[in-house]
Nanobody, 128 residues
Framework: EVQLQASGGGLVQAGGSLRLSCAASGFNFDDHAIGWFRQAPGKERVGVACVSSSAGSTYYADSAEGRVTMSSDNAKNSVYLQMNSLKPEDTAVYYC?????????????????????WGQGTQVTVSS
């Protein structure tokens, strides 16, 4: 059974930092694309960062690049999202997701949320 467990969310002031973690199990970590996505109230789910196993690359949404860093620890089957200089508009539920294609779908500067497997999400709230 595929499981993706996101954690590390919380309340932070604008300008602050958070590090999200995602523990994955039930699939081969090395041949899946794994990404971080977020969904703000009343808005569609959008990508923040994604590691493509097929391309061997990490992609960032234009809206997040420069402020977030995605990393992984294959030995722990875990990925992380370090977020700095947080803004109130970063407030959302953050999800980690995985896809067996190994690909991250990108359109322009956006990462599209079409992954097969999703975790339960962790709430990030940035106060002004």
């Amino acid at each position: 059974e595929v499981q993706l467990q996101a954690s590390g969310g919380g309340l932070v002031q604008a300008g602050g930092s958070l590090r999200l973690s995602c523990a994955a199990s039930g699939f081969n970590f090395d041949d899946h694309a794994i990404g971080w996505f977020r969904q703000a109230p009343g808005k569609e789910r959008v990508g923040v960062a994604c590691v493509s196993s097929s391309a061997g690359s990490t992609y960032y949404a234009d809206s997040a690049e420069g402020r977030v860093t995605m990393s992984s620890d294959n030995a722990k089957n875990s990925v992380y999202l370090q977020m700095n200089s947080l803004k109130p508009e970063d407030t959302a539920v953050y999800y980690c997701a995985a896809d067996p294609s190994g690909d991250c779908l990108r359109i322009g500067g956006s990462l599209i949320a079409v992954m097969d497997y999703w975790g339960q999400g962790t709430q990030v709230t940035v106060s002004s």
